[in-house]
Each structure stands twice: as structure tokens, then as C-alpha cells.
């Protein structure tokens, strides 16, 4: 066993990654997580897990169902065609499958039953309360970040009624629809009462101001966030450019809260998919770039979709200390794309980045999300200090402990001020 201040050798080197890897807790800086105490958006369970959009999306590849027949059935029943499709008479192969197994076979369920009584059966004897202890002691995640949008109706209602919020899930404020649809966006604010219009004058400027005031005081989140398409161009003739530039950085500002922009979603290529019919587009690096230099007091959590996106945003963050890439998002967390852009940052950004985030929107997600993810960033981080080792460099078990701490929790939690 090495110890924390000895020099790691050749051969010790890869066990010591693994175990300051898999032993160091993480702050998940981006989930469709919430509390017990929101009923309907805290998703958990074998039929949430089956239901996940990403299987939905494999189902009609392996099935001659239509969306419209998969639509019409109850959820059980979709979970049940799910099941049967992609886990009895396919080999659950893919990522978001395989992810599935891994969590039944750690919470000592049976992945090759024929249907889902005995996981069924298992889910009905734990209440939530429980079973979100669990997971989380199982993914090692001491903390994370939800998704909450004051644009979702249902969602707004449970902070209104100031639902109980305890304090491992952090808040961020998602508004989607003021950046790309202003319209729908003005129209919530204008029906809570604040004087917004259309068109971005004075008024509605400091009226939409005061709506995100409002929800950064009951929210208090850890940052502000946007998912953009493909297509994002800043600057540009749209309203969105003069939301960026008047609305919402000036309130990042004013509250001392980082932005994160999320980009590169083509939305609802195949509608009848619903959740599952969003795809990705090629985006341009140079706007996150033209705003960070911009606003060189903001802080920035930029995340790109498209993998040919990835090498361009490194080269921005070097070139801007005010961005900070985040995560491998949606469909770049595969293990051969996390290993190749973790590798990326590491040789382009050191530790100075935050490695991944799981995207969970079903609980248990988060255990193979952060398994898979924790063996990733393992081999990659080995591969690096190897290279290190090789080149006659004495690295200690401390030092390794100290990096992989760094990007599990210590730059999100000074990027976005959660330490004193
Ligand atoms: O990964 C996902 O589940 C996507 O549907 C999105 O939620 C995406 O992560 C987002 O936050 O927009
Ligand atoms: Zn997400």
C-alpha cells in the first residue's frame, strides 16, 4: 500500500489512480435530480429506469413498434416493451442499456429475468427516502446540482409552496425559454405580474431583471443556466443577443453567479420521438470565446454536445481563465468519447476542468453513470501520469488524491463560491 506522501512507482501507479478515483466523492454539477418531497419530478424506480429517453430512442430500432402505438400504452406497459426488446431479446450492448444492468446487478437484482416482477417487487419495498441514501452512498455523490426551471409550470408550483430542499441538491436556475423563447418566457413573467413585453424595451429589460431577482432569492442557485442549439451565434441581430448582454449577465454579475451555457442541441429532429427526438449540430466555439472576452468578470460552465466541438472549446478555455468546460453531455457519455475528451483536457488543461457530470434524471442513474464514468476518467488519468512517470517525474499518492479532488468537487465549488 502506498502511502500519501510516498512516490508511486511504475507498477503501483495504475491501483493508486483507481482507488483516489473510485474512494474520492463528487459534486454532480448537472442532474434532472430533486428531492423526495417534489412527488412526480423525483423519478426513481425499475420503470423510470426502463422508460429513460435514450432507451426509448433504441427501442424502435429493435422493435416494429411505432411512437404512436408506444405512446398510447401505460407506462408499465411501455417498461414491460422495453424490457422485452432491448434486455430479453437483445443484448443490452449500448451504454444506456448496459447502464441498466449495472444498477440491478448492484442493487442484487437478477438482469436477466424475463420480465420486471423481481425488480418490481424490490422498488415497492424501499421508500424514496431510503433509496436516495442509498444511491447516493453507492455512486459516491456527496452533492448535486438539479435543473430547476421556474418556466415549468409544476416545478414552479412546489418552490411557491417552498417544498423542503435539503441541502446536498443545489439549485441551478435553468431559463431556456428567455434565450430561446423570448415570447413564452415574457409571457410567464407578464402573468406573474412583472411589465415585460415583446420587444426589449428599458421596462422589460428591468422587469425580466427582476423576475430572475425573484427566483435567484427563493432558488439560490449555484448558477444560471441555458441549453442553445447548434446554430448559437453571438453576437447576432436575434432578441437573444440583447437578453445575453442586458438581462442575463448583468444578473450573473449582480448576484456573483457563473453562467453555464449548454450547446450544441438540434431539438426535435424527430418530434413523434418526444423527449427522446433531439439530436446534435456542430457548433461554433468562436461565440463562447467573443462573449468570455467580453465580460472578463464572468464566469463561465460551457459544455458542447457535438465531439467535434470538444479540441476548439479546450483551446478557448486556455485562451480565457473565465471558461470552464464541464462534463461529457448526453450523447458524448459513451466510455470511448469521455476517455477521448477527458484525455483531451488533461493534455490541453491539466486538472483545471470539471471531467463530467452524470445528466441523471432517474436516481438510480446515478449509479452507473458515475461507475462508468469514474472507470473512464480512471484510464485516462492513468495514461497521463504515466507519461509523467515515464519522463522521471516523482508523483505521490498525495498529488494524485489533490488532482482527482480537484475535479470531482474543489473547481466547482470555487468556480461557483460554495467554499469560504
Ligand atoms: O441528457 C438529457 O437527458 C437531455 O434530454 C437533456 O436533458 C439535456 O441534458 C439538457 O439538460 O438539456
Ligand atoms: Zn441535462
Redesign the pocket.
Same mark, same amino acid.
Given at each position: 500500500m502506498t502511502q500519501v506522501g510516498e512516490v508511486v512507482t511504475a507498477a503501483e501507479l495504475q491501483r493508486n489512480v483507481e482507488e483516489s478515483v473510485q474512494q474520492t466523492p463528487v459534486i454532480d454539477i448537472?442532474t434532472?435530480l430533486y428531492p423526495a418531497s417534489f412527488t412526480g419530478l423525483c423519478l426513481w424506480g425499475i420503470d423510470e429506469l426502463v422508460n429513460y429517453?435514450y432507451l426509448v430512442a433504441e427501442l424502435f430500432r429493435s422493435s416494429t413498434v411505432t411512437p404512436q402505438q408506444f405512446w398510447a400504452l401505460t407506462k408499465f406497459q411501455q417498461a414491460d416493451l422495453i424490457w422485452d426488446a432491448l434486455f430479453v431479446k437483445n443484448t443490452p450492448l449500448s451504454e444506456a442499456t448496459a447502464g441498466v444492468v449495472a444498477v440491478m446487478v448492484k442493487l442484487g437484482l437478477d438482469p436477466c429475468q424475463p420480465d420486471l416482477k423481481q425488480a418490481r417487487e424490490y422498488f415497492a419495498s424501499v421508500t424514496v427516502e431510503q433509496h436516495i441514501d442509498h444511491v447516493l452512498e453507492l455512486a459516491h455523490v456527496s452533492e448535486l446540482v438539479m435543473?430547476n426551471d421556474p418556466f415549468n409550470p409544476m416545478e414552479r408550483a412546489m418552490w411557491e409552496r417552498h417544498e423542503p430542499c435539503p441541502e446536498r441538491f443545489h439549485r441551478a436556475l435553468r431559463m431556456d425559454p428567455v434565450l430561446n423563447d423570448w415570447e413564452t418566457a415574457q409571457a410567464v413573467m407578464a402573468a406573474a405580474g412583472f411589465k415585460t413585453s415583446a420587444d426589449l424595451t428599458p421596462q422589460t429589460v428591468a422587469e425580466a431583471r427582476r423576475y430572475l431577482d425573484r427566483w435567484i432569492a427563493r432558488l439560490r442557485p449555484v448558477y444560471l443556466a441555458v441549453?442553445l442549439p447548434f446554430t448559437f451565434v453571438y453576437p447576432d441581430d436575434s432578441p437573444r443577443t440583447g437578453l445575453i448582454r442586458e438581462v442575463v449577465l448583468p444578473t450573473c454579475l449582480q448576484h456573483n453567479i457563473p453562467f453555464a451555457l449548454?450547446i450544441g442541441?438540434s431539438r426535435q429532429v424527430n418530434p413523434a420521438l418526444r /423527449?427522446a427526438g /433531439?439530436s446534435v449540430g456542430y457548433a461554433d466555439t468562436a461565440s463562447m470565446e467573443r462573449i468570455c472576452a467580453e465580460n472578463p468578470d464572468g464566469r463561465f460552465l460551457v459544455s458542447m454536445l457535438s465531439r467535434e466541438n470538444q479540441h476548439a472549446l479546450c483551446v478557448a478555455a486556455r485562451k480565457f481563465s473565465n471558461l470552464m468546460p464541464f462534463g461529457c =453531455? =448526453?450523447f458524448l457519455n459513451n466510455p470511448s468519447i469521455v476517455e477521448e475528451i477527458t484525455a483531451e483536457r488533461l493534455e490541453l488543461l491539466g486538472a483545471t476542468m470539471l471531467p463530467q457530470h452524470s /445528466?441523471a434524471?432517474i436516481l438510480d442513474q446515478l449509479i452507473y453513470k458515475w461507475a462508468h464514468s469514474r472507470r473512464t476518467i480512471s484510464r485516462a488519468l492513468h495514461q497521463s501520469y504515466s507519461r509523467l512517470v515515464a519522463d522521471g517525474y516523482p508523483l505521490t499518492r498525495k498529488q494524485i488524491d489533490r488532482d482527482v479532488a480537484r475535479m470531482f468537487s474543489g473547481n466547482f465549488r470555487r468556480w461557483v463560491g460554495l467554499e469560504p
Open positions: 448537472h434532472h429517453h435543473t441549453s449548454m442541441v /423527449d /433531439d =453531455w =448526453w /445528466d434524471r
